[in-house]
């Protein structure tokens, strides 16, 4: 059997024009992003700046993490102690992990065979709970019928806030996910679209919600010294009522952001490529199969998944096993106890009703996961092909 050689958990080196913005600002010793005297080397509101532009919304804020921007995106728009959340049953743990932070109540929504919200399920527990808030999740880069679920926004007046932690400049129709609800949520963590091995970014439309953000994020005051804001008039409204939770961006995770900007639509598009060379040998294996994509969507992976079908438990860990014996390494949001970034909800137990979400543990008990580094090249996505194979073919022999 064939042998996979490359490290899947290898992300690609920094950018050359990042290396050197680091440097120049080591040089400088200005890695904080405010300065008292003088305006200093302003990295983190340029990126600001230049990630609004990207979104085309007005106003952006840089802190120091995906999970962190979630929180300020919750707290801004109002989310205080048992307020309830809608968030969907197939996400990472820092989503609901950031509902509790915000002192908030996760209401878990069924997912369906397509690793997406539940739109029936996302309008019966709208009711049923009263929630008010939804913290859509676009879990690996899955986009939802989001017809289906502004529809649901609509009439039960909810207030979305958009986790695109796996979804950078990606697409339903023509609108950019991240513009749909009142906040979107971006993460700069090193196996996203943009690398500064933590970070974050939101975007906002709304100028109040914008104005307690930033003031959360810990200006000290100095939010003046941001490019993408509101008015000084609207900071005034609300600077003394927003505590500051230091979850600011530091100048050098902003120097190092800005040079990948320029390169990241074509890092999407070899990631594309990267989708469908993998999808192809995992199509062309029996029992597995590619989650469906809506007409509309049209997503940003930076890894894959696939649904392992007619098998029992015991012959998935089989099927996986082979794989790792041949250097392919799978994660598996199947498994008993959570492991590095597969949880599901019945693992979550300070989350009530984990346990309950029946339809969405059976779905993601079945979920394996590729992480897709952007150095994979054609003969690379085709030996995981070969790989998948023939380790399927080994799980149903016995052998």
């Not at 929630?131 to 609509?154: I, N, P, Q, T, W």
């Not at 804001?229 to 961006?249: A, G, Q």
Request: with cysteine; aromatic share 8%.
């Amino acid at each position: 059997m064939a042998k996979f050689t490359k490290d899947l958990a290898q992300p690609d080196a920094l950018n050359v024009a990042s290396i050197a913005a680091a440097n120049d600002l080591f040089q400088d010793g200005r890695l904080f992003r405010y300065g008292e005297v003088g305006k200093g080397i302003p990295q983190a509101g340029l990126f600001e700046e230049e990630f609004a532009q990207i979104t085309g919304r007005p106003y952006a804020l840089g802190v120091n993490s995906g999970g962190c921007s979630l929180f300020l995106a919750l707290k801004a728009c109002g989310v205080g102690p048992g307020e309830k959340v809608l968030v969907n049953g197939f996400t990472l743990a820092p989503v609901p992990g950031a509902i509790e932070h915000a002192g908030g109540e996760a209401v878990l929504v069924e997912i369906n065979d397509d690793l997406t919200i539940d739109v029936a399920d996302l309008e019966a527990k709208a009711a049923s709970s009263g929630a008010k808030f939804l913290l859509l999740s676009y879990m690996r880069g899955h986009l939802a019928d989001m017809d289906g679920v502004m529809a649901m926004v609509e009439k039960h007046g909810l207030t979305l806030i958009e986790d695109c932690a796996h979804a950078t400049k990606a697409f339903w129709g023509d609108k950019m996910i991240g513009t749909f609800g009142a906040v979107g949520c971006f993460s700069m963590q090193t196996f996203k679209h943009l690398n500064s091995g933590e970070g974050g970014v939101l975007v906002f439309e709304d100028e109040d919600i914008a104005a307690k953000a930033t003031l959360m994020s810990g200006t000290y005051m100095l939010y003046e010294q941001h490019k993408a804001r509101p008015s000084m008039e609207v900071f005034e409204r609300h600077k003394y009522d927003m505590p500051n939770c230091s979850m600011r961006m530091s100048n050098l995770v902003a120097a190092i952001l800005r040079p990948q900007l320029l390169e990241l639509d074509a890092r999407i598009e070899h990631w594309d490529k990267i989708y469908d060379w993998i999808g192809a040998g995992i199509e062309a294996t029996i029992n597995l199969r590619l989650p469906k994509r809506l007409d509309k969507a049209k997503p940003t992976p930076t890894s894959i998944q696939f649904v392992v079908d007619n098998l029992p438990y015991t012959k998935i860990e089989e099927f996986l096993s082979h794989c790792a014996d041949q250097g392919l390494h799978i994660k598996w949001f199947g498994a008993e106890e959570p492991v590095g970034f597969t949880s599901r909800p019945s693992h979550w137990h300070y989350v009530e009703g984990g346990k309950e979400m029946q339809a969405t543990d059976a779905i993601l008990r079945r979920v394996c996961d590729i992480r897709t580094p952007p150095s994979l090249q054609k003969e690379d996505c085709d030996l995981i092909g070969v790989i998948l194979g023939e380790a399927m073919e080994r799980a149903l022999s016995g052998s």
